[in-house]
């Protein structure tokens, strides 16, 4: 389709149409099993940790002499804590290498909040009605945690680089109810926008009704370059020190998408005052961290020269996926106005937008031909996209054939939904104009 379908004849739009129809069923008749719905690490990828699986081995338990099969350091391996401090470019002292899920620890920490209150607030925030704000679109599974609690999520516009600072701004002055801001500031999911130094300072140094706001910097993308090397990550504990709210970030990690995604990391890191916070609660649940997960990540990577190069070989498995993608939705549906999406130079996905109120349709009927896509509206706060246009596109896992076939099939909803609505709305201008005559 290489026309806008508004620009068709009558009896073209008609044509493209029945068209269109013929075209998905069929792709229905060809019974599709393809599964797009998350960015989980395909087999390949999981392939390059295998080695970890025999680490660290029979007599390999001591490390900074700490006996690794033993309770104890709640804080996580300082070896660990320095290598991967080096990666996310903060201080080894303020920060704790955890379990194996990220989403875990800020689960944990909002709960900590929620039941105790922060360190610089006595108040628990279960004690008063609180309100988070979500840059959209946003990551499903923050939004998931967050309405868990019954907390509030108010929408702010994601830009080309970070959320609107001016909506945030005149938000969290006037409402000592907002309380936090999820944030994925390194090729954030969906989008890949990666957030600018300005924003980031931004965020950091404004004034807030509430004392205790807190930015949850869930850096999941870190090191997760699709084009070249990663940017150098932001000391966001450094700047918020520098803007006189050193509480302020609450940060977060994993190395979930680098080694074994069942089987990785978590990081929490903050102030002083915030790690001490986070590990006086995190005692009354936990002895200690899984030391040995902790000493075989150590012996795998050995320095963050490892890190790189291994993220280096994920590049070279996920980068001509995410270029696939492209190509397919650029020749398929490039010059027809019905969608548009970016081309990310990082992270895990490819945000897709189609034409305003087919996102589900195009959803639907993907699953009605064997195409299982991310629900429509799940970037958004209680599902609600209010132009139902947004679809979140996960290429990692299928296999180039796989994904193939799925983005071509997708490519054939798209057409359709939005023949579909242009049709029906071209059949409801007719209907208006002999009604007013």
Known sequence: MSTSLHSLTDHELDAELTRSRAEYDTLKARGLALDITRGKPAPEQLDLSAAMLSLPGDNDYVIDGIDCRNYGELPGLPSLRALFGEVL?????????????????????????????????????SSAPVKFLCPVPGYDRHLAITESFGIELIAVPLVSDGPDVDAIRELVAGDPQIKGIWCVPMFSNPSGVTYSEQVTRDLLSMQTAAPDFRIFWDNAYAVHAL????????????????????ERPFVFASTSKMTIAGGGVSFFAGSGENVAWYLGHLSQKR???????QLRHVRFFVDVNGVRTHMRKHQQILAPKFELVTTILRREVGDSGIASWTD?????????????????????LAKDAGIALTPAGSAFPSGNDPRDSHIRLAPSLPSEAELQLAINGLCTCIRLSAAELVHRDRAADVHRSSVSV
């Not at 002895?287 to 997960?293: E, H």
């Not at 945000?351 to 959803?363: C, F, I, Q, S, Y």
Request: glycine share 12%; hydrophobic share 45%.
């Open 89 to 125: 470019n903060i201080a080894p002292e303020s920060l704790i290498a955890g379990g194996t899920s990220s989403l875990e620890t800020m689960y944990d920490v909002l709960s900590f909040a929620w039941i105790h209150g922060t360190c610089d607030a006595g108040a628990p925030w």
């Open 227 to 246: 084009v070249g090397d990663a940017p150098e990550v932001l000391d966001v504990l450094a700047i918020a020190a520098q803007m006189g709210n050193p």
């Open 287 to 293: 002895v200690g961290q899984d030391k040995v997960n």
């Open 344 to 364: 990310p130079r990082g992270g895990y996905f490819v945000n897709l937008e189609v034409l305003p109120g087919t996102a589900k349709r195009v959803v639907a």
